[in-house]
């Protein structure tokens, strides 16, 4: 079916289900009383956006946006572009950043300097999964579902070539 060769299921669709439950009630606790607007790095992130929105029981807004470093290859290019920018207004918002993957931290490092300018309140990141080994620069990443090791990651909305992003689960391709 797929002319790319993907690995066996790495991390199960109930896992990570599991772990959005656990996210979101941290998040709820760590929020208490206050307001949050969730920002869905798109297309990667709407799989885990969807899981850990529904899992934090505060009053929120949520908004996407999306950006590239990447193009078609597997490794980042270290330069980041707007795509589709944010509707949401965030002067004086606690912001969390949703997103699929920190690799380079490239992106989400761009981010948050882009939000703070925007004049957020507070920014924290809530990824799905982490790739230290792959670090080039320092980011702090707020809530982590899953450290995977230093593979390309497809499925459950990271891509390849914009393929596989329908898989309920995370794998890897072969290289
Ligand atoms: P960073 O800027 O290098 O941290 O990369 C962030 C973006 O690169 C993520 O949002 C993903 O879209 C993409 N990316 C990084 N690693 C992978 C991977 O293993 N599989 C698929 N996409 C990846
Ligand atoms: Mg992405």
Not at 81 to 92: E, P, S, W, Y
Request: with cysteine.
């Amino acid at each position: 079916m797929h002319k790319d060769t993907i690995g066996t299921v790495m991390i199960t669709q109930e896992q990570i289900l599991a772990k959005a439950e656990e996210i979101g009630s941290q998040i709820e606790k760590d929020y208490a009383g206050e307001e949050i607007v969730l920002v869905g790095i798109l297309r990667g992130a709407v799989l885990w956006m969807a899981d850990i929105m529904k899992n934090i029981n505060l009053d929120m807004t949520i908004d996407f946006m999306a950006c590239s470093s990447y193009g078609a290859a597997t490794k980042s290019s270290g330069v980041v572009k707007i795509n589709k920018d944010l509707d949401t207004d965030l002067n004086g918002k606690h912001v969390i950043i949703v997103e699929d993957i920190v690799d380079s931290g490239v992106t989400l490092n761009y981010l948050k300097g882009y939000f703070e300018s925007r004049g957020a309140k507070s920014i924290k990141i809530c990824a799905l999964l982490d790739k230290p080994e792959g670090r080039r620069v320092e980011i702090d990443v707020d809530y982590v579902g899953f450290e995977v090791d230093d593979r390309f990651i497809v499925g459950y909305g990271l891509d390849f070539n914009q393929k596989y992003r329908n898989l309920p689960y995370i794998t890897w391709l072969e290289e």
